[in-house]
């Protein structure tokens, strides 16, 4: 079975602290390792998919990495409005019963303090 | 606003009744999907439809249905509720069967059974 599993749970961050999310992942035929951000109260928001070991993205304060295991969310100086839970999923292979599902972890709530 | 539409945003209801959640994609998707999501779950897909036909099938309870319509909306029904189908519940929409650009969430519908 599927399995994603995120770290920390929770972090809370000094305004202009850099930091990383953890992402592992236990699953069979990755097509797409996917981060979301999710405010509260609201559907997650769509920020990058990585499909390949040492494939990088970046938006903003956010870069996205990924290895044949885990994917790491760094967070470069973060400020105050970036706090929300970060999601992180995966897409298996196509066909079949599975099409487009996401497998998604549970998250890691970010708070940053000014 | 992400262009996928849903209602009611509210929704609260006694044990044992039935309701429809309602989602209206983004224009030019022909993907819908289905997400639950609880505190002690996180995200679970339930179901995708592309074009009208089901595509993919989470774990989702017998007691629960769901059907894209031509104009492509979709809902999604809930019968015999339990105090446990309080939930978020999220539709996404995406433009393929396979999402690798990510899929649009709405804001969901919150629901409460009472």
């Known amino acids: 079975e599927d399995q994603v599993t995120q770290s920390p749970e929770a972090l809370r961050l000094q305004e202009g602290e850099s930091s990383s999310l953890n992402c592992s992942y236990t699953v069979s035929g990755l097509r797409g390792l996917f981060w979301y951000r999710q405010d509260p109260g609201k559907g997650p928001e769509f920020l990058f998919t990585?499909?390949?070991a040492g494939e990088e993205k970046e938006k903003e304060r956010l870069k996205a990495t990924l290895t044949k295991k885990e994917s790491f969310l760094h967070i470069t100086a973060p400020k105050p409005e970036d706090s929300a839970t970060y999601l992180c999923a995966v897409q298996v292979g196509a066909g079949g019963t599975s099409y487009g599902k996401l497998t998604f972890g549970q998250g890691t709530i970010l708070t940053v303090h000014p | 606003d992400s262009g996928v539409t849903q209602t009611p945003k509210h929704l609260i209801t006694a044990t044992g009744q039935r309701v429809t959640l309602r989602c209206s994609p983004r224009s030019g998707d022909l993907s819908v999907y289905w997400y639950q999501q609880s505190l002690d779950q996180g995200l679970q897909f339930l179901i995708q439809?592309?074009?009208?036909?089901?595509?993919a099938k989470g774990n989702i309870l017998e007691r629960f249905s769901a059907q894209q319509f031509p104009d492509l909306h979709s809902e999604l029904n809930l019968s015999s509720l339990e105090l446990g189908d309080s939930a978020l519940y999220f539709c996404a929409s995406g433009k393929g069967t396979v999402s690798f650009y990510g899929y649009t969430f709405g804001s969901g519908t919150r629901l409460t059974v009472v």
């Open positions: 990585l499909y390949s």
């Open positions: 439809y592309y074009n009208g036909e089901e595509r």
